[in-house]
């Protein structure tokens, strides 16, 4: 039987619900179309019989891995190191890196596939969108209470339809909104709110309050030594020229690290926003990452276009006290992108020799 990977990690995460600890692990099947696990399934069942642990089980099932691959062809990577098996990775491009709270220490790459190729970074986009209006709200003394309108103009394109023309809402909750559903109108009105205040504060109005910010996304980029990236919209809805790497996300992550807005919301699974204006109310939101539940994950932001353009970005713990972020553009499916994030994760884990942070 076949069970697809997002209805394990759905039937993993309830267990872990009802207080129960599964052990849910991610292994290589060595059939053309990697569907075939029963090997695997055996090999458990005779060492559970036995009594092994679930440390005992991974390693094992790590060296039948091993073995496999070994056999296979799989397209050239990086090997950075040289302990672990290199996953096999469905996503147009990869990368790994360990990060550090330091902004001024070095990330450490942990595997890469196509680093510098430039594709669409979809919703990736509203990481930097958080960034530069916090920056800009630090700049002129706003703060996470302070509140946004939402207006008709807002709505344009997609996502994010709970919230309407009038409602209003704290700094806050609009970054909760911003990057755990992905609201595109929320986007727009950041773009709109904060480029506005760009353009009184510089007493110059060349173009609109969305262009004004735009142009602040893009300033920000080259900043941050993003040489590969360009903006066009706050959303990250296609548009001509839009593209980034996988290298540039990695150290946008990395930067978003650093900002509190960003890091109280990233990692949660749903947050209850308290709408105020003509209509007041409270609406649930709910993570658009899969596994946002996941043991070892920090804070994740994903971006999709359908059909076939799954990204994401996560950053998630590591032995010993590291972390590590891992960013994956153009998986083909929902269910290759978390495979490969998973495996990607796994196996920098199992092959990396961690130190204490």
């Not at 394990?8 to 060595?30: C, E």
């Not at 070994?70 to 190191?81: D, G, L, M, N």
């Not at 506005?196 to 142009?215: D, P």
């Not at 706050?234 to 996988?246: D, E, I, K, L, N």
């Amino acid at each position: 039987m076949s069970v697809p990977f997002n209805t394990q990690l759905r039937y993993v995460r309830s267990l872990r619900t009802a207080g129960l600890k599964p052990q849910h692990i991610f292994a290589h099947a060595p059939c053309p179309k990697h569907h075939v696990l029963s090997g695997h399934g055996k090999l458990v069942a005779a060492l559970l019989a036995k009594g092994a642990t679930a440390h005992r089980i991974r390693a094992v099932l790590h060296d039948l891995d091993s073995s496999h691959l070994a056999k296979e062809s799989y397209p050239a990577v990086v090997r950075p190191f040289q302990r672990y098996v290199p996953p096999y990775v469905e996503a147009e491009s990869a990368i790994c890196v360990k990060v550090s709270d330091n902004l001024d220490e070095p990330s450490k790459t942990l595997f890469v596939k196509l680093p510098r190729k430039r594709l669409t970074p979809a919703s990736l986009t509203k990481l930097m969108t958080a960034i530069v209006a916090l920056d800009i709200a630090q700049k002129f003394g706003k703060s996470l209470t302070d509140v946004i309108t939402i207006d008709k103009s807002d709505k344009v394109g997609g996502s994010g339809l709970n919230v309407d023309a009038g409602d209003q809402l704290s700094f806050q909750d609009v970054m909760a909104n911003l990057l755990i559903p992905s609201s595109n109108i929320t986007a727009n009105a950041v773009a709109r709110t904060f480029g506005e205040m760009l353009i009184e504060y510089e007493g110059s109005r060349q173009g609109s309050a969305y262009e004004r910010f735009i142009a602040e996304m893009n300033v920000k980029a080259g900043e941050l030594g993003m040489a590969d990236t360009q903006f066009k919209n706050p959303s990250g809805q296609p548009a001509r020229g839009q593209v980034t790497t996988v290298t540039d996300i990695a150290v946008l992550m990395a930067t978003a690290m650093g900002y509190e807005g960003i890091t109280k919301v990233w990692g949660k699974a749903s947050h209850v926003m308290k709408i105020m204006g003509p209509e007041p109310r409270e609406k649930k939101i709910n993570s658009s990452v899969k596994t946002i539940n996941d043991y070892d994950l920090i804070g994740a932001k994903t971006g999709t276009l359908l059909p076939g353009y799954y990204n994401a970005a996560i950053l998630s713990e590591a032995p010993k006290g590291n972390r590590i972020i891992t960013v994956i553009l153009r998986a083909p499916t929902a269910i290759s992108l978390y495979g490969d994030l998973r495996a990607i994760v796994d196996a920098v884990k199992r092959g990396y020799e961690w130190l204490e942070t």
